[in-house]
């Protein structure tokens, strides 16, 4: 783990953050709204990394970003299972249990 977002060679703060320029990175408008000229835009970018993020904040994003699942309010989730066709969740480990014969009748 790294301890500065600068640190990460493949994150656009530095950029974005410090000024770097980089040919592979192109300004999103959501950046461009930040500010109205570039000094204003790095210190408003900048600040969006003072906040700490809580330890169990810091596991729930951990946790859905191992097994791949959204992290949100039921609403949200709910909307990211019509989208993908499929209910979300953990399933249970090992083969499904089988129904006998004499069970299903």
């Not at 729930?60 to 993908?84: C, H, W, Y």
Request: glycine letters at 4%.
């Amino acid at each position: 783990m790294i301890q500065q977002p600068s640190e990460y060679q493949w994150s656009s703060f530095r950029c974005n953050a410090l000024g770097y320029t980089n040919q592979l990175l192109t300004s999103h408008p959501l950046y461009q709204a930040l500010g109205l000229n570039k000094d204003e835009r790095k210190r408003a970018y900048q600040s969006l990394f003072e906040a700490e993020i809580e330890n169990k904040d810091l596991n729930l994003i951990r946790n859905a970003a191992t097994f791949s699942m959204p992290t949100g309010d039921n609403r949200f989730k709910e909307q990211v299972e019509k989208m993908v066709n499929r209910k979300l969740g953990y399933a249970k480990k090992g083969r499904p249990y089988k129904v006998s014969i004499d069970e299903r009748n």
